[in-house]
Protein backbone atom coordinates (compact mmCIF):
# COMPACT_ATOMS: atom_id res chain seq x y z
CA UNK A 1 0.00 0.00 0.00
CA UNK A 2 1.25 3.26 -0.64
CA UNK A 3 1.55 6.42 0.91
CA UNK A 4 -0.75 7.93 -1.76
CA UNK A 5 -2.92 5.40 -0.68
CA UNK A 6 -2.64 6.39 3.14
CA UNK A 7 -3.32 10.18 2.88
CA UNK A 8 -6.47 9.26 0.47
CA UNK A 9 -7.62 7.27 3.09
CA UNK A 10 -6.88 9.95 5.48
CA UNK A 11 -8.58 12.58 3.83
CA UNK A 12 -11.71 10.83 2.10
CA UNK A 13 -12.87 8.65 5.19
CA UNK A 14 -12.85 6.09 2.50
CA UNK A 15 -10.77 2.58 3.26
CA UNK A 16 -11.19 -0.04 0.77
CA UNK A 17 -10.19 -3.37 1.56
CA UNK A 18 -5.80 -3.25 1.30
CA UNK A 19 -6.29 0.74 -0.46
CA UNK A 20 -7.88 -1.33 -4.17
CA UNK A 21 -9.67 0.98 -6.12
CA UNK A 22 -12.91 1.54 -4.86
CA UNK A 23 -15.67 0.67 -8.00
CA UNK A 24 -19.43 -0.10 -7.53
CA UNK A 25 -20.26 -1.04 -11.08
CA UNK A 26 -19.26 -4.54 -12.25
CA UNK A 27 -16.48 -3.89 -15.02
CA UNK A 28 -13.72 -6.48 -16.21
CA UNK A 29 -10.63 -7.09 -13.83
CA UNK A 30 -8.70 -10.00 -12.01
CA UNK A 31 -11.09 -10.01 -9.09
CA UNK A 32 -13.38 -8.03 -6.63
CA UNK A 33 -13.94 -7.99 -2.95
CA UNK A 34 -17.42 -7.57 -1.84
CA UNK A 35 -18.68 -6.91 1.55
CA UNK A 36 -21.66 -8.59 2.80
CA UNK A 37 -23.24 -7.13 5.56
CA UNK A 38 -26.24 -9.28 6.98
CA UNK A 39 -26.29 -11.42 9.85
CA UNK A 40 -30.18 -12.35 9.81
CA UNK A 41 -28.90 -15.94 9.77
CA UNK A 42 -26.95 -16.22 12.77
CA UNK A 43 -28.36 -17.93 15.61
CA UNK A 44 -26.58 -16.61 18.77
CA UNK A 45 -24.02 -13.69 19.20
CA UNK A 46 -25.05 -11.86 15.95
CA UNK A 47 -22.82 -8.78 14.90
CA UNK A 48 -21.13 -9.99 11.56
CA UNK A 49 -23.39 -7.77 9.55
CA UNK A 50 -20.45 -5.47 11.12
CA UNK A 51 -17.62 -7.41 9.21
CA UNK A 52 -16.77 -5.51 6.13
CA UNK A 53 -16.00 -2.77 7.95
CA UNK A 54 -14.11 -3.97 10.37
CA UNK A 55 -11.99 -5.57 7.69
CA UNK A 56 -11.29 -2.62 5.47
CA UNK A 57 -10.29 -0.80 8.88
CA UNK A 58 -8.11 -3.64 9.48
CA UNK A 59 -6.37 -4.13 6.29
CA UNK A 60 -5.31 0.03 6.42
CA UNK A 61 -1.97 0.37 6.59
CA UNK A 62 -1.69 -3.46 6.07
CA UNK A 63 1.13 -4.39 3.20
CA UNK A 64 0.78 -6.19 0.14
CA UNK A 65 3.33 -8.47 -0.37
CA UNK A 66 3.16 -11.54 2.60
CA UNK A 67 6.51 -12.22 4.25
CA UNK A 68 8.05 -14.96 2.53
CA UNK A 69 7.75 -18.25 4.50
CA UNK A 70 11.22 -18.58 4.35
CA UNK A 71 14.13 -16.09 3.81
CA UNK A 72 17.24 -18.35 4.93
CA UNK A 73 16.75 -21.21 2.14
CA UNK A 74 17.99 -20.06 -0.96
CA UNK A 75 16.70 -16.79 -2.56
CA UNK A 76 13.32 -16.13 -1.37
CA UNK A 77 9.92 -16.25 -4.17
CA UNK A 78 9.83 -12.52 -4.79
CA UNK A 79 6.42 -10.65 -7.22
CA UNK A 80 3.73 -8.48 -7.28
CA UNK A 81 1.90 -7.68 -4.02
CA UNK A 82 -1.36 -9.54 -3.31
CA UNK A 83 -5.04 -8.44 -5.13
CA UNK A 84 -2.76 -7.46 -8.16
CA UNK A 85 -5.50 -5.93 -10.65
CA UNK A 86 -8.48 -6.91 -8.16
CA UNK A 87 -10.69 -3.64 -7.19
CA UNK A 88 -12.96 -3.17 -3.97
CA UNK A 89 -16.63 -3.51 -5.19
CA UNK A 90 -18.09 -1.83 -1.94
CA UNK A 91 -20.94 -3.44 0.08
CA UNK A 92 -23.52 -6.01 -1.70
CA UNK A 93 -26.89 -3.76 -0.97
CA UNK A 94 -28.55 -6.37 1.25
CA UNK A 95 -31.49 -6.32 3.79
CA UNK A 96 -30.73 -6.59 7.27
CA UNK A 97 -33.88 -8.12 8.14
CA UNK A 98 -34.82 -11.07 5.15
CA UNK A 99 -32.32 -13.86 4.77
CA UNK A 100 -33.71 -14.72 1.78
CA UNK A 101 -33.88 -11.52 0.08
CA UNK A 102 -30.27 -11.07 1.15
CA UNK A 103 -29.13 -14.59 -0.19
CA UNK A 104 -30.96 -13.75 -3.41
CA UNK A 105 -29.31 -10.15 -3.67
CA UNK A 106 -25.98 -11.99 -3.09
CA UNK A 107 -26.50 -14.23 -6.08
CA UNK A 108 -27.31 -10.97 -8.50
CA UNK A 109 -24.15 -9.15 -7.64
CA UNK A 110 -21.69 -12.01 -7.35
CA UNK A 111 -22.89 -12.85 -10.37
CA UNK A 112 -22.85 -9.79 -12.61
CA UNK A 113 -19.09 -9.48 -11.52
CA UNK A 114 -18.43 -13.01 -12.28
CA UNK A 115 -19.93 -12.33 -16.23
CA UNK A 116 -17.06 -10.23 -16.54
CA UNK A 117 -14.57 -12.68 -15.98
CA UNK A 118 -13.88 -11.13 -12.22
CA UNK A 119 -13.34 -13.59 -9.09
CA UNK A 120 -14.69 -12.73 -6.34
CA UNK A 121 -13.77 -12.49 -2.26
CA UNK A 122 -16.33 -11.88 -0.16
CA UNK A 123 -16.18 -10.03 3.28
CA UNK A 124 -18.81 -11.50 5.59
CA UNK A 125 -21.70 -11.16 7.40
CA UNK A 126 -23.08 -14.19 8.41
CA UNK A 127 -21.87 -17.78 6.47
CA UNK A 128 -25.59 -18.13 5.03
CA UNK A 129 -24.32 -16.10 2.72
CA UNK A 130 -22.09 -18.41 0.75
CA UNK A 131 -24.80 -19.81 -0.38
CA UNK A 132 -26.02 -17.07 -2.83
CA UNK A 133 -22.79 -16.49 -4.08
CA UNK A 134 -21.97 -20.36 -4.72
CA UNK A 135 -25.97 -20.07 -6.88
CA UNK A 136 -23.80 -17.59 -8.99
CA UNK A 137 -20.97 -19.21 -9.34
CA UNK A 138 -22.22 -22.87 -9.86
CA UNK A 139 -24.68 -21.10 -12.78
CA UNK A 140 -21.72 -20.26 -14.61
CA UNK A 141 -18.90 -23.05 -14.16
CA UNK A 142 -21.39 -25.96 -13.27
CA UNK A 143 -20.99 -27.43 -9.86
CA UNK A 144 -17.86 -26.49 -8.26
CA UNK A 145 -16.14 -28.07 -5.83
CA UNK A 146 -15.38 -26.61 -2.07
CA UNK A 147 -12.92 -26.06 0.32
CA UNK A 148 -14.59 -25.45 3.58
CA UNK A 149 -13.13 -23.79 6.58
CA UNK A 150 -14.99 -24.43 9.73
CA UNK A 151 -15.68 -25.61 13.03
CA UNK A 152 -18.73 -26.61 12.21
CA UNK A 153 -20.41 -29.13 8.96
CA UNK A 154 -23.02 -26.17 8.47
CA UNK A 155 -25.28 -29.40 6.92
CA UNK A 156 -27.78 -29.36 9.50
CA UNK A 157 -31.56 -29.87 7.88
CA UNK A 158 -33.07 -26.79 10.28
CA UNK A 159 -35.73 -28.91 11.93
CA UNK A 160 -35.03 -27.17 15.07
CA UNK A 161 -34.95 -23.52 14.38
CA UNK A 162 -37.99 -24.03 11.62
CA UNK A 163 -35.96 -23.21 8.86
CA UNK A 164 -34.08 -24.38 5.81
CA UNK A 165 -31.94 -21.14 5.85
CA UNK A 166 -29.72 -20.06 8.47
CA UNK A 167 -25.93 -20.21 8.88
CA UNK A 168 -25.73 -23.99 9.90
CA UNK A 169 -27.88 -25.14 6.85
CA UNK A 170 -25.87 -24.05 3.49
CA UNK A 171 -23.64 -26.88 2.81
CA UNK A 172 -26.81 -29.20 2.93
CA UNK A 173 -28.65 -27.01 0.64
CA UNK A 174 -25.68 -26.57 -1.74
CA UNK A 175 -25.62 -30.26 -2.05
CA UNK A 176 -29.38 -30.78 -2.62
CA UNK A 177 -29.38 -28.06 -5.03
CA UNK A 178 -26.63 -29.64 -7.17
CA UNK A 179 -24.60 -26.74 -6.74
CA UNK A 180 -21.15 -28.56 -5.65
CA UNK A 181 -19.28 -31.83 -6.68
CA UNK A 182 -19.51 -33.92 -3.40
CA UNK A 183 -16.46 -35.42 -4.72
CA UNK A 184 -14.56 -32.50 -4.29
CA UNK A 185 -15.38 -30.78 -1.07
CA UNK A 186 -13.25 -30.78 1.81
CA UNK A 187 -14.43 -29.31 5.49
CA UNK A 188 -11.32 -28.99 7.80
CA UNK A 189 -11.24 -27.99 11.17
CA UNK A 190 -14.29 -29.54 12.16
CA UNK A 191 -14.58 -29.55 15.83
CA UNK A 192 -18.12 -28.17 17.16
CA UNK A 193 -20.42 -30.42 19.55
CA UNK A 194 -23.44 -31.75 18.35
CA UNK A 195 -27.30 -32.60 18.82
CA UNK A 196 -27.05 -36.18 16.92
CA UNK A 197 -24.93 -37.55 13.99
CA UNK A 198 -27.32 -36.28 11.54
CA UNK A 199 -25.03 -34.09 9.56
CA UNK A 200 -22.37 -36.02 9.70
CA UNK A 201 -23.97 -38.83 7.78
CA UNK A 202 -25.41 -36.76 5.26
CA UNK A 203 -21.88 -35.41 3.98
CA UNK A 204 -20.80 -38.98 4.45
CA UNK A 205 -23.16 -40.36 2.87
CA UNK A 206 -22.51 -37.35 -0.25
CA UNK A 207 -19.23 -38.48 -0.19
CA UNK A 208 -17.64 -35.70 1.18
CA UNK A 209 -14.27 -35.41 3.13
CA UNK A 210 -14.49 -34.30 6.73
CA UNK A 211 -11.41 -33.10 9.07
CA UNK A 212 -10.74 -32.51 12.45
CA UNK A 213 -7.79 -30.92 14.20
CA UNK A 214 -6.27 -33.80 15.58
CA UNK A 215 -6.27 -35.27 11.57
CA UNK A 216 -4.71 -32.22 9.77
CA UNK A 217 -2.09 -32.83 12.73
CA UNK A 218 -1.47 -36.59 12.24
CA UNK A 219 1.68 -37.04 9.82
CA UNK A 220 0.14 -40.60 8.86
CA UNK A 221 -2.38 -38.57 7.32
CA UNK A 222 -0.50 -36.41 5.05
CA UNK A 223 -0.77 -37.64 2.11
CA UNK A 224 -4.82 -38.06 2.20
CA UNK A 225 -4.75 -34.76 3.11
CA UNK A 226 -2.50 -34.11 0.06
CA UNK A 227 -5.10 -35.76 -1.86
CA UNK A 228 -8.03 -34.71 -1.14
CA UNK A 229 -7.22 -31.22 -1.14
CA UNK A 230 -5.96 -31.51 -4.83
CA UNK A 231 -8.71 -33.00 -6.19
CA UNK A 232 -11.00 -29.80 -5.05
CA UNK A 233 -8.72 -28.00 -7.63
CA UNK A 234 -9.62 -30.41 -10.32
CA UNK A 235 -12.09 -28.32 -11.54
CA UNK A 236 -13.63 -24.63 -10.74
CA UNK A 237 -13.55 -23.91 -6.96
CA UNK A 238 -14.44 -21.84 -3.97
CA UNK A 239 -12.75 -21.25 -0.61
CA UNK A 240 -15.22 -20.38 2.41
CA UNK A 241 -13.57 -19.84 5.69
CA UNK A 242 -15.79 -19.37 8.57
CA UNK A 243 -13.68 -17.32 10.96
CA UNK A 244 -14.37 -19.41 14.09
CA UNK A 245 -12.10 -22.33 12.25
CA UNK A 246 -9.12 -20.70 14.14
CA UNK A 247 -8.91 -21.04 18.28
CA UNK A 248 -10.84 -18.64 19.93
CA UNK A 249 -7.46 -17.31 21.78
CA UNK A 250 -6.48 -16.04 18.22
CA UNK A 251 -10.21 -14.80 16.89
CA UNK A 252 -12.56 -14.93 19.57
CA UNK A 253 -14.66 -11.91 18.07
CA UNK A 254 -17.30 -14.83 16.30
CA UNK A 255 -20.71 -15.78 16.26
CA UNK A 256 -19.83 -19.57 17.71
CA UNK A 257 -16.34 -19.94 18.84
CA UNK A 258 -15.42 -23.34 19.97
CA UNK A 259 -12.30 -24.31 22.07
CA UNK A 260 -9.03 -26.35 20.21
CA UNK A 261 -9.28 -24.95 16.80
CA UNK A 262 -6.53 -24.27 14.31
CA UNK A 263 -3.49 -21.85 14.53
CA UNK A 264 -2.86 -19.43 11.91
CA UNK A 265 -0.33 -21.15 10.49
CA UNK A 266 -2.30 -24.56 10.08
CA UNK A 267 -5.10 -21.97 8.60
CA UNK A 268 -2.34 -20.66 6.33
CA UNK A 269 -1.49 -23.94 5.03
CA UNK A 270 -4.39 -24.60 3.82
CA UNK A 271 -5.03 -21.77 2.12
CA UNK A 272 -1.26 -22.23 0.36
CA UNK A 273 -2.40 -25.61 -0.96
CA UNK A 274 -5.11 -24.02 -3.21
CA UNK A 275 -1.85 -22.76 -4.76
CA UNK A 276 -0.94 -25.55 -6.95
CA UNK A 277 -4.91 -26.03 -8.57
CA UNK A 278 -4.65 -26.73 -12.77
CA UNK A 279 -6.54 -22.66 -11.86
CA UNK A 280 -7.61 -20.57 -9.32
CA UNK A 281 -10.40 -20.62 -7.22
CA UNK A 282 -13.03 -18.66 -8.88
CA UNK A 283 -14.35 -17.21 -5.32
CA UNK A 284 -14.14 -17.28 -2.10
CA UNK A 285 -15.43 -15.65 1.12
CA UNK A 286 -14.29 -14.63 4.74
CA UNK A 287 -17.09 -15.03 7.24
CA UNK A 288 -18.74 -14.37 10.46
CA UNK A 289 -16.23 -11.81 12.13
CA UNK A 290 -18.45 -10.00 14.72
CA UNK A 291 -16.63 -6.67 15.59
CA UNK A 292 -19.63 -6.16 18.07
CA UNK A 293 -18.12 -8.56 20.59
CA UNK A 294 -15.00 -8.98 23.32
CA UNK A 295 -11.53 -9.06 21.15
CA UNK A 296 -12.83 -7.49 17.70
CA UNK A 297 -9.72 -6.00 17.10
CA UNK A 298 -7.56 -8.59 17.11
CA UNK A 299 -9.80 -10.90 15.32
CA UNK A 300 -10.51 -8.10 12.29
CA UNK A 301 -6.18 -8.46 12.22
CA UNK A 302 -5.72 -11.83 11.93
CA UNK A 303 -9.01 -11.74 9.77
CA UNK A 304 -7.48 -9.36 7.61
CA UNK A 305 -3.95 -11.15 7.15
CA UNK A 306 -6.22 -14.41 6.11
CA UNK A 307 -8.00 -12.50 3.06
CA UNK A 308 -4.40 -11.19 2.11
CA UNK A 309 -2.91 -14.78 1.96
CA UNK A 310 -6.54 -16.05 -0.04
CA UNK A 311 -5.59 -12.81 -2.60
CA UNK A 312 -1.52 -13.64 -2.78
Known amino acids: MSADVLMQGLRTGLT ?39 LRAASMGLGTHPMPARLREGRPVLGPGAAQGWLD ?26 MTGCRT ?32 PDAADGAAWGT ?29 PRFDDGELAFLQAAGVRMWTPTDLRDPRLDSRLAADLAAVGR ?31 EALRLIHATRPWSEPWVGADLMEL ?18 LHLLA
Open 235 to 265: GPAYLSLDLDVLDPVLAPAVAEPVPGGLDLD
Open 164 to 192: ELHHGTWVRQALEEGLLDPERVVQAGLRA
Open 121 to 152: LMLGGDHALTLGALRALARQHGPLGLLHLDAH
Open 89 to 114: GGNIPTLPFSLREALETVQATVGAWA
Open 16 to 54: PFLGLPLVLDPRPATGVVLGAPCDAGVINRPGARLGPWA
Open 290 to 307: APTLEGAEASARVAAHLA
